[in-house]
């Protein structure tokens, strides 16, 4: 059992469930093993920061005994607060489809994140970010779910998802110094692994690998891109061994 402690990026509103990054890694691994041993929960909510992403292991996915847990990194994790839209109170909050329906429009509208992709302004804000206090806060938590973890005999990897926007192809990927900031969180309690170099070869470009023309979230084939990467890691058999 893998439990995946995510955000939007996991949960893959728009998409089928066999679709989303814990569909396609629970499929990539039990074709690639020709079993069906392998399950793998999503514990992802759309906005959840690194506080409330530990909160999650601490209080759910933990009772869940998982064999390995996965921290999928998107460049909003050190944000001190949680990245999610807040709706005024009503009753019609109490339906799941209204819900859905108000969350699907949003997706199906020019963003912040789009605009940001057309005029390739984030690429300061992340750059920031991943200089500032809070990213070493961030490291901090992650190095403290790691302890925790490996004392718990339970594998913790943190799987770097690659930024989807403010850039035209994988050749100008403008983050790379970011992904070598979390490679240096490598050690015996934290595994790192970047999938980067899998999209560069993979042949699309970054826009390719989008949900929806609106909304930038890795869609199926991005989510196949990093499943295998994240199989072809956990089934090396000196990974196994650990």
């Not at 790192?192 to 979230?217: E, I, Q």
Request: charged residues 25%; contains cysteine.
């Amino acid at each position: 059992r893998i439990a995946i402690l995510g955000d939007s990026e996991s949960v893959g509103l728009l998409l089928r469930q066999e679709d989303t990054l814990s569909g396609e890694l629970m499929k990539v691994l039990n074709e690639m093993t020709k079993s069906s041993k392998f399950e793998v929960l999503d514990f992802g909510f759309p906005g959840y920061n690194i506080q409330q992403k530990a909160r999650i292991l601490a209080t759910k996915a933990i009772h869940y005994n998982p064999k390995i847990v996965i921290f999928y990194y998107v460049f909003n994790d050190p944000l001190p607060y949680a990245n999610t839209e807040l709706i005024t109170p009503s009753p019609l909050l109490r339906s799941y489809l209204y819900v859905f329906i108000k969350y699907y429009r949003m997706l199906n509208q020019m963003s912040n994140f789009q605009f940001a992709h057309q005029n390739k302004s984030f690429v300061a804000y992340f750059q920031s970010l991943h200089a500032s206090a809070d990213f070493e806060d961030c490291k901090n938590w992650i190095k403290r779910m790691g302890k925790i973890l490996h004392e718990m005999n339970i594998k913790f990897i943190v799987v770097i998802a690659p930024e989807m926007i403010c850039y035209d192809d994988f050749k100008h990927y403008p983050y790379r110094n970011i992904h070598k900031k979390l490679m240096e969180m490598s050690s015996l309690e934290v595994e790192v692994l970047d999938p980067l170099n899998d999209f560069a070869s993979s042949g699309y470009k970054p826009t390719d690998l989008w949900v929806s023309p609106y909304d930038c979230h890795k869609g199926k084939i991005a989510n196949r891109i990093i499943a295998k990467s994240i199989s072809n890691y956990i089934l090396r058999p000196d990974c196994l061994k650990k």
